[in-house]
């Protein structure tokens, strides 16, 4: 008995299709007298496919398998399709040598098919990892919610065959930009990898997936990032998205854990600096303040606050508010974390002995009306910067302290003369960045019980009470979470600050090497609020919550 196969009859079928297909192109070139060629045992250079978008392809019924330099390499079914023709005139004008072949329509599909290995990025000549073209944007354009780039990255995971790791790590950074995150956090356990972004200053666990997996984005953000593969040491680096018009930097940091390297990859977006100075969060009484010492020729302005509490989008604010163009503005920071046009920017280098003393030195010798320094961290860049405030020139700069206060115990601890400060400090903040609650879900409730004891608590140190004109004292707000916030009830941030003049009283207790408690009292009489006041005021204003003010403040110190 003869039994009939089926599948192997579907085959034979499929097969006699192709072939005619392929006869048909074979005949239709010597018409078009172009060249024939089958595609279905051409090999498909996967990178010359991004001469053309996917879109772009199949609307013209043809396919780019190859590329020299600026030679293409295209398969097309008709040379006479309007939409054929349009593709290679749009190909020329962008300086490409297209050489046309006559193709079947399957060969096309095999070409159309390798869209999906095609890599969303590509390192440019500069370094560069470009994701600019149509499919991450249009993949932005999707992304919401923190739940959006779960599902995206669980799907490619799920791919077992055929992806590639460099599309996870793009979709993991474009994740990151999507949602605003200001780090990625990759770290290795025993037997799985966790992924968290740092959103509004929280860490959020977006996922875990396996070690091997990690392995191989370790290896690939090692390669881009110019770090030596085999070495379990930490480690600093750096790559860029160009995205659209812009830049986006990555500081890449790893650190040798108990079971892999441990990934963190800070992003630099350009936007999140875009903050103008009016709404950073400063209170219209202190802006107006700080407003009028911007103004002045020379002194120094002082910044405070642990890192990641906002210093240098601050600073940055401060420098787009008095660039003028008859003004000369050069900065002298590591890293250089957004680039700033019209201002002379200086990076230093410690392997090359190049510091922030020695920066400054070199800038003093180009004639600057302004000068930033992103930090002062020893004594020789705190004497060369309270010189040049000396000198005539006004000085933005940060240091770590835990308050505004601090700054001048510090600063003496660095060696600066007491009896120079006065002439060369205009004023020392600090400040916190708190998240602030989202417009479209927060709830408004009574305050009650020991968050009523100590809010109240705080009001009372207020001396100055037209502050609180026009607040509801006995209400705040809630965080209560909906899809625009990913349930969290937040969404972005704003500062807290505090500010201290240098006015007589201050001159006078600070030749007196005092400590922080003396400086806060002689500066009472300036009005000016305190962090844990000003952090008050926000929440009865319904921008922040008590829970929130906690966790960068501590409201029960004295």
């Not at 190909?91 to 969303?120: A, M, N, Q």
């Not at 995971?157 to 993991?172: H, Q």
């Not at 502050?467 to 969404?491: I, S």
């Not at 600050?497 to 090497?513: C, G, P, R, S, T």
Request: hydrophobic share 35%; charged share 30%; with cysteine.
């Amino acid at each position: 008995m003869v039994q009939f196969d089926e599948d192997k009859q579907k085959k034979w079928l499929g097969e006699l299709r192709d072939k005619e297909e392929e006869d048909l192109a074979q005949t239709m070139s010597s018409k078009y007298k172009l060249p024939y060629l089958d595609l279905t045992i051409t090999p498909v250079n996967v990178d010359a496919l991004r001469a053309l978008s996917e879109i772009e392809a199949r609307e013209g019924q043809m396919g780019v398998f190859n590329e020299i330099d600026k030679k293409l390499s295209v398969g097309v079914l008709s040379p006479n399709n309007p939409k054929t023709i349009e593709n290679l005139d749009s190909l020329k004008k962008r300086g490409y040598l297209p050489e046309i072949f006559l193709v079947s329509h399957t060969g096309l599909e095999k070409i159309w098919e390798r869209y999906k290995d095609l890599s969303y990025s590509f390192e440019t000549k500069s370094g560069a990892l470009d994701i600019s073209n149509d499919q991450i944007t249009e993949f932005l354009s999707q992304v919401h919610t923190v739940g959006d780039v779960q599902k995206l990255i669980e799907d490619i995971l799920k791919m077992n065959k055929g992806y590639k790791i460099s599309r996870i790590l793009e979709i993991v950074l474009a994740g990151a930009i999507a949602v605003n995150a200001s780090d990625v956090h990759l770290e290795p356990e025993e037997n799985y990898t966790r992924l968290r972004y740092r959103l509004d200053g929280i860490l959020t666990d977006i996922l875990q997936f396996d070690n091997d997996t990690f392995k191989l984005i370790l290896s690939r953000i090692k390669l881009i990032s110019n770090l030596k593969l085999n070495l379990r040491s930490a480690q600093d680096g750096r790559f860029s998205i160009k995205l659209h018009e812009k830049e986006i930097e990555i500081r890449t940091s790893t650190i040798p854990g108990a079971y892999n390297d441990s990934i963190v990859l800070r992003l630099l977006n350009p936007d999140s600096i875009e903050v103008p100075l009016e709404e950073l969060g400063i209170h219209p009484r202190l802006l107006k303040i700080v407003l009028k010492e911007l103004s002045k020729p020379n002194g120094m302005i002082l910044t405070t606050g642990p890192t990641g509490s906002g210093k240098t989008t601050a600073l940055y604010a401060f420098l787009k508010k008095i660039h003028k163009p008859e003004v000369k503005i050069i900065t002298i920071e590591n890293p250089i974390e957004y680039h700033l046009p019209g201002i002379v920017q200086t990076q230093t280098d410690e392997a090359k002995n190049y510091t922030f003393a020695l920066g400054l030195r070199s800038a003093l010798r180009q004639d600057p009306d302004i000068i930033m320094v992103g930090e002062i961290r020893d004594s020789e860049t705190a004497e060369i910067a309270v010189n040049s405030a000396l000198t005539g020139h006004l000085v933005l700069s940060t240091l770590h302290t835990n308050d505004a206060a601090g700054t001048f115990p510090r600063l003496i601890d660095l060696g600066v003369n007491p009896k120079i400060l006065s002439s060369s400090v205009n004023i020392t903040m600090a400040q916190r960045l708190v998240r602030t609650l989202c417009p479209v879900c927060k709830k408004q409730i009574e305050i009650k019980d020991l968050d009523k004891k100590e809010i109240d608590k705080i009001l009372e140190t207020i001396t100055d009470k037209t502050y609180l004109d026009g607040l509801d004292t006995g209400h705040m707000w809630q965080n209560v979470g909906c899809d625009k916030c990913n349930m969290t009830g937040f969404k972005g941030r704003i500062g807290i600050y505090e500010a201290i003049l240098m006015d007589e009283a201050i001159e006078q207790i600070v030749k007196e090497n005092p400590s922080e408690r003396e400086i806060n009292k002689a500066a009472l009489p300036q009005n000016i609020l305190n962090l844990k006041q000003d952090g008050v005021i926000k929440i009865l204003q319904g921008m922040t919550t008590l829970s929130e003010l906690e966790r960068t403040v501590d409201i029960y110190k004295e």
